[in-house]
């Protein structure tokens, strides 16, 4: 598994990395201003920090409480599951970003902020996408019909969840993840424009406004190198976790 891991962040170099350094020797070589292309690199560390943190926190989070909606759906956490699960289609990350804009003016912190309006999308998209695949995985008929038998046999029956149910409801948002890293992405250059971050996004907004195509086509460049490498991180981890790619093991193993 950890070969396949391995193997799968190593096929995405390419894919990933290439047009990031393109766009950092682009910037040096077209930017009008001197030091574009560390200033495009400090850039892309800022939408990383931005972006990654945002995504992790909210699809793990949509994810449990999603998975928790269809393991107990009248409980505390259940409902909130079932509140992300239903709120994706009415929280737009446009609305967020201008609320977290609304907030830094009135003297709020804007990292927090922006990392909040980031990963409610992300856990709302997560969360939709667990609690069917949770519910099908404990469903009578299904794979998930282990959890009775383990009854039977005496198991535990928050291993057999643990171990078995969870990673099937996983392995669908993690299938996902590319539309909600495309989503974070969008919101990270609007989230960096309007509160004044110094991300990639707001290099290539400036570029915009100034009607530099010098100073557009680096960043979106390097935006989509960043976005690449992110969809191959969720692949790699969706690989990782895929009861179809793990060795037997016995329910009770680490």
């Known amino acids: 598994m950890q070969r396949s891991l391995i193997r799968r962040l190593i096929d995405a170099v390419p894919t990933a990395f290439l047009p990031m350094a393109a766009a950092v020797a682009l910037a040096a070589a077209i930017a009008p201003q001197p030091g574009a292309s560390l200033t495009l690199l400090r850039g892309l ?59 830094v003016r009135a003297g709020a912190s804007p990292a927090p902020l922006g990392w909040t309006a980031l990963a409610i999308p992300a856990a709302c998209q997560a969360a939709r996408l667990a609690r069917p695949a949770m519910a099908r995985a404990l469903g009578p008929g299904s794979e998930g019909g282990a959890v009775r038998m383990a009854r039977g046999l005496g198991l535990d029956e928050r291993t057999i969840l643990r171990h078995h149910a969870l990673p099937q409801a996983v392995v669908p948002v993690m299938t996902g993840l590319r539309s909600a890293v495309m989503a974070a992405m969008v919101g990270a250059v609007a989230l960096e424009s309007l509160l004044d971050l110094p991300g990639a996004g707001s290099l290539m907004i400036d570029g915009a406004r100034a009607g530099s195509a010098a100073g557009v086509i680096p960043p979106l460049v390097a935006l989509a190198g960043l976005t690449a490498l992110l969809v191959a991180l969720g692949a790699a981890v969706r690989d990782w976790i895929d009861p179809a790619n793990r060795s037997a093991m016995p329910y009770g193993g680490a």
């Open 45 to 103: 560390a800022v939408t990383l920090l931005l972006t990654l943190p945002s995504l992790a926190v909210g699809t793990t989070l949509g994810t449990l409480a999603g998975s928790w909606a269809a393991v107990a759906p009248r409980s505390a956490g259940g409902l909130f599951g079932r509140l992300l699960a239903g709120a994706g289609p009415l929280v737009p990350g446009f609305l967020l970003a201008a609320v977290a804009a609304l907030a």
